[in-house]
């Protein structure tokens, strides 16, 4: 078994630290109120078993609250004053320099919490840690000084999450979607650069990858692009092409037909179709920002975007190409093809691709072999989008939705002064969010100790100070000036704002997005109750909760002008926080606390046995009322050769649900050549993965993709993720 020590670095566990410090607490007290040695193992057995049943890794804080427990237990209360009273010396030496000591395991590489935070970012190479560090420097300001006590106090406790606080201090938003085809058309700027239009979809490409690096070291969040965008260019190229190969021929002297001059000229354009998607794929991948990572960029693929039938044709191309690419995957370094984790891709289905005999039916069934095999794209359904939002567009990076626009309808005008602003015409592309606060639903239920009226109260206590936590959020980008980072607010991603003007005015009216953010909807439901929410008689509570978070949203947004927006958190490290914290406030209880994670969002537990169109049915209902992001998922077994199947499931989202995905497994195992899927094991109370050919359990020395929040993680997870991942079962 190991232990987490407080900068974050993992050791074995060992009784005798426990047995020593019991001692030197009983050493000082009088003779006759010592406890004896026989107590003193009972207390450190007691102790370690408790650490054991936990199924984790415990933190010291939490081996140290059950020491005190058990002295007091055994009647020894002054020794438990004297052992609560040196904890207390200790944190207040250890409280001058935590951050210290925090960096300093980052840099030695022994931050444990820091290796398994985020499953697409490498801890060990210099920009990562880079980045970790100044968020250990940017957390430790945050705390001390920028945000109000009770708030710091109820994050760390876990009663809500304050997410990105290592990146609060500055001013920076969450996540966008980048107005790509005002910067491709009408230019920008990138590093003190004129970019001016490019003059060929491969060089379009190029630049749209250098925008993407360059907008994600300007906000950590995710962002989106649409192919949409690039789409033009290929007629551009297409006009190119043509006048070099008419060219090529009057220097041969030879009379061409118009056919054999379209063959020839298509030809070349799907090479430079495919070198350009090439761009995108590769530089994506390889491409570290200034946060140690590669961008978090989805791309968005919906052939109605398209402004015409023949950019609508050149947009199936490209499409076509990335589906192509995607399905390939990319080596790594033995030269074997893999799955990538970015750019995710995002596979819009609509009336003309949905089924066979319609023009597109060719990308959607080359889509749901991808999907099969990679993983991606995932799909959002036009025709319930349409119904639920009256518009269609793709969120800002994994899930995260924009508030359909009313600042239009308003007659706000083009407040962000885009150079592609049309009147009239609703806008999504330069939009973003402000940030994100999530509330605990599990830790309301156990709050309020399964009373119904204590847990409404309780919710609404907790709820106002997730609002006041936002506009902590909010007001920190107030005043913030253009200058603070040109790519996006002076040069198109989001606005071409004056030099030193404020970003005020897209803070409110609809422009952007605030989100409260929800984990463990199940779990509060489950312990309320005593069942899942998917039980018919449990449902309708689930939603009396979202219905009332959503209230609570149109409440804040009446009252403020601020387009506060119900989100589905992915909890992709958070949920590893949650349950201990659940565990330590409330201790370990049954089908509640007993796991390292609790669910994400409102979906059904990970192991419940439903089918995949059941639970997309299920959570369809869920997902409207979380406006401003989710998206549902089923688990699948190995579909490549079951792609009818795959198909099914497409249409089913089509006719029921915005967005969805399916997860299948995509592995190799360096050591052997292994590519079915690797396991998780259980070795000396820790959670590993392992090879089942050669028993390789390296991780430097295997590749391991699964989807835990919305995107693909290639990194390896913390404990509770892991076991949650290891708890999934099969949906189809």
């Known amino acids: 078994m190991k232990i987490i020590k407080r900068n974050g670095s993992e050791v074995p566990f060992d009784i005798t630290k426990i047995i020593n410090a ?44 059950m020491v005190e427990e058990q002295i007091m237990a055994h009647g020894a209360y002054e020794v438990a004053k004297r052992y609560i009273t040196y904890r207390y010396t200790r944190s207040l030496v250890r409280q001058s320099n935590t951050t210290d000591d925090r960096i ?80 491709l058309q009408n230019g920008t ?38 192919l949409a965008h690039l789409a033009p260019f290929v007629q551009v190229s297409r006009e190119k092409i043509r006048a070099i190969v008419r060219d090529e021929i009057s220097t041969l002297g030879v009379i061409p037909t118009s056919e054999q001059v379209d063959d020839i000229v298509e030809k070349r354009l799907r090479e430079e179709i495919r070198r350009g998607v090439q761009t995108i794929q590769y530089q994506v991948v390889t491409l570290l ?81 991808c999907t099969a095999k990679r993983m991606v794209p995932d799909y959002i359904s036009e025709k319930k989008m349409l119904e639920l939002k009256g518009d269609v567009y793709t969120c800002m990076g994994c899930r995260s939705f ?40 599990p830790d309301v239920a156990l709050s309020s100790g399964g009373n119904m009226e204590k847990f409404w109260n309780i919710f609404e206590e907790r709820l106002e100070l997730c609002h006041r936590a936002l506009r902590c959020r909010h007001e920190r980008l107030k005043g913030t000036l ?71 949203c149109k409440e ?19 949920t590893y926080k949650f349950a201990k914290c659940l565990q330590k406030r409330f201790g370990i209880i049954e089908g509640i606390t007993d796991k390292g994670y609790i669910t994400n969002s ?38 490549q050769n079951n792609l009818e199947a795959v198909l099914q499931v497409m249409r089913f989202i089509y006719d029921n649900i915005i967005y969805a995905e399916l997860n299948t497994k995509s592995d190799y195992c360096q050591v052997c050549g292994w590519d079915g899927e690797i396991g998780i094991v259980e070795d000396d109370g820790k959670l590993i993965w392992r090879c089942p050919r050669c028993g390789n359990t390296d991780q430097s020395k295997m590749n391991v993709a699964r989807r835990t929040c919305g995107y693909i993680g290639t990194q390896f997870w913390n404990q509770g993720r892991t076991q949650e991942i290891k708890d999934r079962v099969l949906h189809l």
């Not at 023949?310 to 074997?336: C, H, M, P, S, W």
């Not at 289905?349 to 005999?357: Q, R, S």
């Not at 150079?419 to 939009?431: A, C």
């Not at 059904?604 to 439903?610: A, G, L, Y």
């Open 22 to 65: 019991i001692g030197k607490a009983n050493d000082v007290v009088d003779e006759d109120l010592r406890m004896t040695n026989t107590q003193i193992h009972r207390i450190a057995d007691s102790v370690e078993k408790a650490c054991i049943e936990l199924g984790r890794s415990p933190s010291v804080e939490e081996i140290q609250d």
């Open 104 to 183: 300093l395991s980052l840099i030695e590489c022994n931050n444990e919490e820091a290796k398994q935070e985020n499953s697409n970012k490498n801890p060990v190479v210099n920009s990562t840690q880079r980045d970790y560090m100044a968020g250990e420097v940017s957390r430790d300001i945050t705390n001390r000084l920028l945000l109000p006590p009770d708030i710091v106090e109820a994050h760390e406790e876990g009663i809500i999450h304050f997410h990105d606080t290592d990146y609060y201090a500055q001013h920076m938003h969450n996540c966008d979607l980048v107005n790509l085809e005002d910067m």
């Open 189 to 226: 700027v990138i590093t003190d650069t004129l970019i001016e239009r490019p003059h060929s979809f491969a060089t379009a490409c190029n630049i749209a990858t250098q925008i993407v690096a360059q907008v994600a070291s300007n906000q950590y969040g995710g962002q989106s692009i649409s």
């Open 289 to 369: 920002t200034t946060n140690g990572q590669a961008p978090f960029v989805t791309v968005f693929m919906y052939l109605n975007e398209a402004k015409s039938e023949q950019e609508k044709k050149d947009l199936a191309i490209i499409i076509e190409e990335t589906l192509l690419q995607r399905y390939e995957g990319v080596k790594n370094e033995k030269g074997i093809w893999v799955t990538p984790a970015f750019p995710k891709l995002i596979y819009v289905l609509e009336e003309d691709n949905v089924d066979e005999g319609t023009p597109y039916w060719y990308l959607t069934k080359l889509a749901a072999k």
């Open 402 to 441: 924009l508030t359909p626009d009313r600042f239009t309808d308003a007659g706000v005008g083009n407040i962000a002064n885009a150079g592609n602003y049309e009147p009239g015409k609703h806008k999504y592309y330069g939009r973003f969010n402000q940030g994100v606060v999530t509330i605990n639903l």
């Open 482 to 552: 253009s200058d603070a980072a040109p790519i996006l607010w002076q040069y198109g991603a989001l606005a071409r704002l004056q030099k030193g003007e404020k970003i005020d005015k897209l803070l409110y009216g609809g422009y952007s997005t605030i989100s409260l953010g929800y984990a463990g909807l199940y779990e509060c439901v489950k312990y309320m109750t005593g069942k899942s929410h998917t039980d018919p008689s449990a449902t309708p509570f689930a939603l009396d909760i979202m219905q009332k978070m959503n209230d609570k």
């Open 556 to 574: 804040w947004k009446t009252a403020e002008n601020i387009d506060y927006s119900l989100y589905g958190t992915p909890l992709e490290s958070t």
């Open 602 to 639: 409102y979906h059904v537990h990970v192991t419940e046995q439903i089918d995949a169109f059941t639970k997309l049915k299920f959570e369809a209902q869920f997902q409207h009322l979380s406006p401003g992001g989710a998206i549902s998922y089923v688990e699948v077994p190995d579909m």
